[in-house]
């Protein structure tokens, strides 16, 4: 089973700056099996990007995907109000899927 | 427009079995990939397992917490996806979600329903 390790826990930073979010996994995985969720309190996930780099339908272009092998990065380059959230990596495919344990963006 | 209504959740015995369930609309069922996630109370998201469409063979997959222990089946006539949960532990207990795939993504979850709390406790 794939293990998926984010950083940082916890990122304070205030609107309009840019979030860096790291996602690191424990064996390379297809970069066509690799997304990124963002959850606010008391709702279910959102599907940010998939394929590492793909938005997902509806998902401004201030969020984007990189990365491959082992080290995948979300990046939202202008920090809006409601972009402060927890955000989780996710690796899927054929085989058992896996989430990465969040990283929380915190108004600062 | 694609929508999923789980039910079922509920206080249940350690030990015990409960059984939820996923009703789909929107789209057609034997077409997607569908998946189950659970978030235990203030934690964060567990991939809990997973069905093919019928096209792709309908296999399914579990996490290894519940493998064994967990069955997932979906019901064609009815466009209902369920999740069978059999020797429930204490740490079973969350908000169970179905969710959909981006279409041919193998499981890319863009579309979610609201969830079900299971509580397993004595």
């Known amino acids: 089973e794939i293990v998926l390790t984010q950083s940082p826990g916890t990122l304070s930073l205030s609107p309009g700056e840019r979030a860096t979010l790291s996602c690191r996994a424990s064996?390379?995985?297809?970069?066509?099996?690799l997304g990124w969720y963002q959850q606010k309190p008391g709702q279910a996930p959102r599907l940010l990007i998939y394929?590492?780099?793909s938005r997902a339908t509806g998902i401004p272009d201030r969020f984007s995907g990189s990365g491959s092998g082992t080290d995948f990065t979300l990046t939202i380059s202008r920090l809006e109000p409601e972009d402060f959230a927890v955000y989780y990596c996710?690796?899927?495919?054929?085989?058992?899927?896996?989430f990465g344990q969040g990283t929380k963006v915190e108004i600062k | 427009e694609v929508q999923l209504v789980e039910s079922g959740g509920g206080l249940v015995n350690p030990g015990g079995s409960l059984r939820v369930s996923c009703a789909a609309s929107?789209?057609?069922?034997?077409?997607?990939?569908m998946t189950w996630v659970r978030q235990a109370p203030g934690k964060g998201l567990e991939w809990v397992g997973r069905?093919?469409?019928?096209?792709?063979?309908?296999?399914?997959e579990y996490a290894t917490p519940v493998k064994g222990r967990f069955t997932i089946s979906g019901d064609e006539s009815s466009n209902t996806l369920y999740l069978q949960m059999n020797s429930l532990k204490i740490e079973d207990t969350g908000v169970y979600y179905c969710?959909?795939?981006?279409?041919?993504?193998?499981?890319?979850?863009?579309?979610w329903g609201q969830g079900t709390l299971v509580t397993v406790s004595s």
């Open positions: 969710a959909t795939d981006v279409p041919n993504t193998y499981g890319a979850l863009d579309s």
């Open positions: 929107g789209f057609t069922f034997s077409h997607v990939w």
């Open positions: 069905i093919e469409s019928k096209k792709d063979g309908g296999t399914t």
């Open positions: 064996e390379s995985v297809s970069s066509s099996y």
């Open positions: 394929g590492a780099s």
């Open positions: 996710q690796q899927y495919g054929r085989s058992t899927g896996t």
